[in-house]
């Protein structure tokens, strides 16, 4: 009886194992949208997140890229994109490239990454105006 006891008792570990592993959904990475917005989160024209220009703050506030898993493509400018979103310095090249972005240049407002949340670690919440 000892025997079927643990035997009984092995397959309700598999079996419990096996149903918290169909729970998860092994989605450690998420896409994103990224948006040039101001620092409210306003979408604004995504020229004004083209460091290639080498601007220095004539615009009255300083661009940031802003991006959430929520975030789809066509918020027009002027939108608020919707709460949840994190952002960074538009002229940050080390959190453009830990998602992927090209370093410098345009990011077009609505740009989908796939898989990126998730990997950009350094860039989550930062808030940095400066840029390499």
Same mark, same amino acid.
């Given at each position: 009886?000892?025997?079927?006891?643990?035997?009984?008792?092995?397959?309700?570990?598999?079996?419990?194992?096996?149903?918290?592993?169909?729970?998860?959904?092994?989605?450690?990475? /998420?896409?994103?949208?990224?948006?040039?917005?101001?620092? /409210?989160?306003?979408?604004?024209?995504?020229?004004?997140?083209?460091?290639?220009?080498?601007?220095?703050?004539?615009?009255?506030?300083?661009?940031?890229?802003?991006?959430?898993?929520? %975030?789809?493509?066509? %918020?027009?400018? #002027?939108?608020?994109?919707?709460? #949840?979103?994190?952002?960074?310095?538009?002229?940050?090249?080390?959190?453009? /490239?830990?998602?992927?972005?090209?370093?410098? #240049?345009?990011?077009?407002?609505?740009?989908?990454?796939?898989?990126?949340?998730?990997?950009?670690?350094?860039?989550?919440?930062?808030?940095?105006?400066?840029?390499?």
């Amino acid at each position: 009886m000892s025997s079927r006891s643990v035997s009984l008792t092995s397959t309700f570990l598999l079996l419990a194992a096996g149903g918290a592993a169909a729970c998860d959904n092994d989605d450690d990475y /998420q896409d994103a949208g990224f948006y040039c917005a101001n620092e /409210q989160g306003v979408v604004v024209d995504d020229d004004e997140c083209d460091d290639d220009d080498n601007r220095s703050s004539g615009l009255g506030f300083i661009p940031f890229i802003w991006y959430s898993s929520l %975030y789809r493509p066509g %918020y027009p400018v #002027g939108t608020v994109l919707p709460a #949840g979103g994190n952002k960074f310095a538009y002229n940050d090249r080390a959190a453009r /490239q830990s998602f992927g972005l090209p370093a410098t #240049g345009k990011i077009s407002n609505g740009t989908i990454k796939t898989s990126v949340i998730g990997k950009g670690g350094t860039a989550r919440g930062s808030s940095k105006s400066s840029g390499g």
